[in-house]
């Protein structure tokens, strides 16, 4: 029974991050009709509506497991932070790093998570890494390096940019400890509601904030069918459902392990990219997707 809960909790995590992997395709269309915080706002008042119906749903059937929605008081506290810090924070950061820097810093700093991740657990969780995890999550990062360096390096590098895309490093990891931690006291749903809940509010905050009375820019992305297209996969999938699958995947597996899965995504976004956009491709890249997908299953056979 405890092996067949790790296989589902793997399948979790790479579930997750396999979503994740195609939301940067999905925000690049949303963005062509809609301020950042605009779609944000959106993405995340249909994330809290969908998981706000799961949830009214587990507690009138009294679902148990994962899927439990009775949320302790007590942990109260420990939720309302981890939506501060994920999505809230890591989205805030990632946002305006990727802006101040170009293509390649980005994605290299961005990659760094797992080792991040490595560090943390050890510290705050007492989940020491052994050799052979530390070295296929660096071999992970040297095939992300590859490929970003494959992307276009223009613009400047702000030193500012630097550090936030460090804070959005920090975020994801701090998201991946505290939603260990809670597991303990909360299921993934109870997560995933509060998550949403937090990122509604904050974001539909400075979504008003940005456009200050404009409501052709807060209803005007509404009338184009692309961009409630994307709304649908940004809020239900990449938000409600990824994050569901994360949660549960967190409350069985160490950091290192969950972690490990984010630089999938750089492989699916660029193949997402490449398919879907007609963006350009070569075999460097496809020879450092193989490196990255073989330091993820290095991470979790070790």
Known sequence: MERRKIALATLAALAGNSIFGFSFMFSRI??????????????????????????????KKKLGGWLRFAPDPKARGGLIALGLVQPVLYFLFE???????NATVSGVIIAMMPIVALAAGAVFLGEKPGLGQIGFAA???????????????????A????????????????????????????SALECTHMMMLVAAVTFT???????????????GPLSQPSFLMAMG???????????????????????ARTSSFCNLTTVLSVFAGVVFL?????????????????????????
């Open 30 to 59: 949303a963005l062509r009709a809609a301020d950042p915080f605009v779609m944000l706002m959106y993405r995340f008042l249909l994330a809290f509506a969908a998981v706000e119906a799961i949830a009214l749903y587990a507690r």
């Open 233 to 255: 996969y940004l809020g239900l999938f990449s938000s409600v459902g990824a994050f569901l699958l994360l949660n549960f995947a967190n409350s069985v597996l160490p950091v």
């Open 278 to 302: 007609g963006e350009p491709f070569s075999w460097l890249s496809l020879a450092a997707a193989a490196v990255i997908i073989a330091g993820v299953w290095g991470v979790q056979r070790k």
């Open 95 to 101: 946002s305006y790093g990727v802006q101040l820097t």
């Open 159 to 186: 030193p500012l940019g630097i550090v936030l895309l460090f804070g959005a490093v920090l975020s994801g990891v701090g998201y991946n400890v505290l939603s260990r931690r809670l597991s303990r006291s909360c």
């Open 205 to 219: 905050a400075l979504a008003l904030l940005q456009c200050r009375g404009d409501w052709a820019r807060l209803t």
């Open 139 to 157: 071999l992970s990062i040297a095939g992300v390096v590859v490929m970003t360096l494959q992307q276009s390096a223009s613009g400047t590098v």
